[in-house]
């Protein structure tokens, strides 16, 4: 098997006496899509930015597209970070910049293209995420939560990626938002050969898109794919995949 | 992991393009330029697009090969797109379609611009200045109102946040208010001695110091520190919140912005400003006494009695009077620049500059229009 793209080995996290993570053990392979379930509170958030370079954890290593992201010199972060992308809970767009110029932002910085091309490229990608082209000119704070999340991703994949990174892509969406936002991730992952990893709460998300889930209980990972998960008995596990919502989901996807 | 390349070529009668290795991101930047003026050199021959050597495409080498198609077709060639694996040709199929809605609305008419690119400025600025006092005198009413409003109901003036204020603008705004008045005194005590010796008239330097600090120079030089310093943290604190939607949310939980965050600032500021000014007189005066003793060998002792001579409670009251109006003045600004705030980080940054400009801007001119007014009624 072809190493994996992102690899985590023996991570810990502590703040003060609070632990997060202790022996978080994950291997992500190319073009998989993988769901991160959890509580609330349990460190979905913290793991992802530990993975995106935002925080260091305590202890263990993580390797993202082979090279150990805590060895890394500032320049070789700089470049590595251009091969992924990653959405924000609430998008985190630049407030001050519209659609366009917040996509613009990455090519700029890491691409030498000709304006015209960059403008393109940008305004190819709010297309693609599917925002009517109106929106590539408006504020950040004249869109609503389901175009910010949408915006959030045109500007990840500003780049073309081979990662993406994803915080809660449909929290806060109405259910034909969020399923239209999964269909959208799973396409683009499709077209686009995207390795996936991403945090979520959504079950009809990992049922649709999520090739394995990883489920963060006892400040550990378990790892398996839905019905692998489903014969195990771990009451956490259980109760959310076999409780009313994870019995809908499985329905849904049944019917 | 070889680079994307186009080569061209005649095979019988088409004119052949073949794009090999991987047309991405990274190679884009190379590929654009090369792709500019391929083609046939003749009209209407048709293109043969062989992408069978493709080995990887993303969205920015898709857009690319687009582009190239595109501009063919515009040229009136007939081309046709052979070879492409599965996968790829499914993502430039993608890229097409989005292009294509782009392209159909890129040729939006540029906008004239204005004959007297100049003159348009200017005018807009007017206006716009003309529109920003407009909006300020309606916030001063709505404030006026609300503030009424509260004077019948004094139960619902919210204390914690008024002491929490007039801590932030009184009490800690009194070391830097006091060390600058005491350079003040200092300065205005030397540079009139420099003059008055020249007379013998000496101790006149009490007198000018008395009067030039008790009426104008303490409240005015208060009242610049206080705006640069708590008017523009209104602007920032309730922009941010603005940003935050915190406004919004306090509105449709029936609370009144107005009644939670400028009334508080506002009283805090006109009780406190005058207290902080009246610190700064006595600093100041301080300092111009430790002048005139070094410099001039007037003792304290001297000073006071001189001091009583020039002065009359008059000239405090005449300065202090302004104090409550300038510091109105400055949080209304500041509060009306903060809940202009829209949206945007920048937008915070902006108001925050604003709201001390203008809000110095407005005490200054108050100060001289109190200046022609008490020359006017004798004082
Ligand atoms: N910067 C921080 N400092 C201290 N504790 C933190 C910090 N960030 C997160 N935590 C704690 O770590 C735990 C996991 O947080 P998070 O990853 O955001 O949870 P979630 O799984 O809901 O995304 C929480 O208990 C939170 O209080
Ligand atoms: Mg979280």
């Known amino acids: 098997m072809a190493a994996p793209v992102i690899s985590v080995r023996g991570l810990k996290t502590r703040f003060g006496a609070q632990v997060v993570h202790d022996g978080v053990d994950l291997d992500v392979q190319k073009g998989e899509v993988i769901g991160l379930v959890g509580g609330s509170g349990t460190g979905k958030s913290v793991l992802l930015r530990e993975i995106v370079g935002l925080m260091d954890p305590s202890a263990g290593t993580i390797q993202v597209l082979g090279q150990d992201t805590a060895r890394l010199s500032e320049r070789e972060r700089l470049s590595l970070q251009a091969r992924w992308g990653m959405l924000f809970q609430d998008g985190a767009l630049f407030s001050s910049l519209t659609v366009l110029?917040?996509?613009?932002?990455?090519?700029?910085?890491?691409?030498?293209?000709?304006?015209?091309?960059?403008?393109?490229?940008?305004?190819?990608?709010?297309?693609?995420?599917?925002?009517?082209?109106?929106?590539?000119?408006?504020?950040?704070?004249?869109?609503?939560?389901?175009?910010?999340?949408?915006?959030?991703?045109?500007?990840?994949?500003?780049?073309?990626?081979?990662?993406?990174?994803?915080?809660?892509?449909?929290?806060?969406?109405?259910?034909?938002?969020?399923?239209?936002?999964?269909?959208?991730?799973?396409?683009?992952?499709?077209?686009?050969?995207?390795?996936?990893?991403?945090?979520?709460?959504?079950?009809?998300?990992?049922?649709?898109?999520?090739?394995?889930?990883?489920?963060?209980?006892?400040?550990?990972?378990?790892?398996?794919?839905?019905?692998?998960?489903?014969?195990?008995?771990?009451?956490?596990?259980?109760?959310?995949?076999?409780?009313?919502?994870?019995?809908?989901?499985?329905?849904?996807?049944?019917? | 992991?070889?680079?994307?390349?186009?080569?061209?070529?005649?095979?019988?009668?088409?004119?052949?393009?073949?794009?090999?290795?991987?047309?991405?991101?990274?190679?884009?930047?190379?590929?654009?330029?090369?792709?500019?003026?391929?083609?046939?050199?003749?009209?209407?021959?048709?293109?043969?697009?062989?992408?069978?050597?493709?080995?990887?495409?993303?969205?920015?080498?898709?857009?690319?090969?687009?582009?190239?198609?595109?501009?063919?077709?515009?040229?009136?060639?007939?081309?046709?797109?052979?070879?492409?694996?599965?996968?790829?040709?499914?993502?430039?199929?993608?890229?097409?379609?989005?292009?294509?809605?782009?392209?159909?609305?890129?040729?939006?008419?540029?906008?004239?611009?204005?004959?007297?690119?100049?003159?348009?400025?200017?005018?807009?600025?007017?206006?716009?200045?003309w529109h920003e006092m407009l909006s300020m005198l309606n916030f001063l009413g709505l404030v006026t109102v609300t503030a009424l409003r509260l004077l019948r109901e004094p139960q619902r003036i919210r204390l914690k946040p008024l002491f929490f204020h007039l801590e932030q603008v009184g009490l800690n705004s009194l070391p830097i208010v006091g060390l600058l008045s005491f350079l003040i005194g200092i300065v205005l005590a030397y540079q009139g001695a420099d003059q008055l010796r020249r007379f013998g008239a000496e101790i006149y330097v009490v007198n000018l110091l008395g009067i030039g600090v008790l009426r104008e120079i303490g409240i005015l030089m208060t009242s610049i520190i206080v705006a640069g310093r708590s008017g523009s943290a209104f602007t920032a604190q309730i922009g941010t919140m603005k940003v935050n939607q915190e406004v919004d949310a306090m509105r449709t939980l029936g609370l009144d912005p107005v009644e939670m965050l400028v009334l508080p600032r506002m009283l805090a500021l006109i009780i406190a400003l005058p207290l902080v000014g009246f610190f700064a007189n006595v600093v100041a005066l301080a300092g111009g006494a430790v002048m005139a003793y070094a410099y001039l060998d007037i003792n304290f002792v001297q000073f006071a009695r001189q001091l009583q001579v020039a002065v009359s409670t008059t000239t405090l009251f005449v300065g202090l009077v302004k104090a409550p109006i300038f510091a109105a003045v400055i949080a209304l600004v500041g509060c009306y620049q903060g809940l202009r705030v829209s949206g945007s980080a920048e937008s915070v940054g902006l108001l925050t500059t604003r709201s001390v400009v203008v809000s110095i801007f407005l005490v200054i001119v108050l100060d001289a229009a109190f200046s022609v007014l008490f020359s006017y009624i004798g004082i």
């Open chain 2, 1 to 129: 992991m070889q680079t994307g390349t186009i080569t061209s070529a005649w095979e019988e009668n088409q004119f052949v393009l073949a794009a090999a290795g991987r047309w991405d991101i990274a190679s884009a930047e190379r590929l654009g330029p090369q792709l500019r003026n391929r083609g046939p050199d003749r009209k209407g021959v048709p293109v043969c697009l062989d992408l069978s050597g493709l080995t990887a495409l993303d969205t920015a080498g898709a857009l690319l090969l687009d582009r190239l198609i595109r501009r063919l077709r515009e040229q009136g060639h007939v081309v046709a797109v052979v070879g492409a694996r599965a996968d790829l040709c499914a993502l430039l199929k993608d890229v097409q379609r989005a292009a294509a809605g782009v392209a159909s609305r890129h040729q939006v008419t540029v906008e004239k611009g204005p004959a007297f690119p100049l003159a348009d400025q200017i005018g807009r600025a007017t206006i716009g200045i």
């Open chain 1, 101 to 255: 110029e917040n996509i613009k932002v990455p090519l700029k910085e890491h691409t030498a293209l000709p304006p015209d091309l960059v403008d393109e490229i940008a305004q190819v990608k709010v297309a693609m995420v599917g925002l009517a082209p109106d929106a590539g000119s408006k504020y950040p704070s004249q869109l609503s939560g389901g175009m910010r999340k949408r915006a959030g991703l045109a500007r990840a994949l500003a780049l073309d990626p081979e990662i993406l990174f994803l915080d809660e892509p449909t929290a806060g969406l109405d259910p034909i938002g969020a399923a239209a936002f999964d269909e959208l991730i799973g396409s683009l992952q499709k077209s686009l050969g995207l390795t996936v990893f991403m945090v979520t709460h959504d079950l009809d998300s990992l049922y649709a898109i999520c090739d394995r889930i990883a489920v963060l209980v006892d400040k550990k990972l378990v790892i398996g794919t839905i019905d692998e998960l489903l014969r195990q008995d771990h009451p956490w596990i259980r109760d959310y995949f076999h409780g009313p919502r994870g019995r809908a989901a499985n329905a849904a996807k049944g019917s």
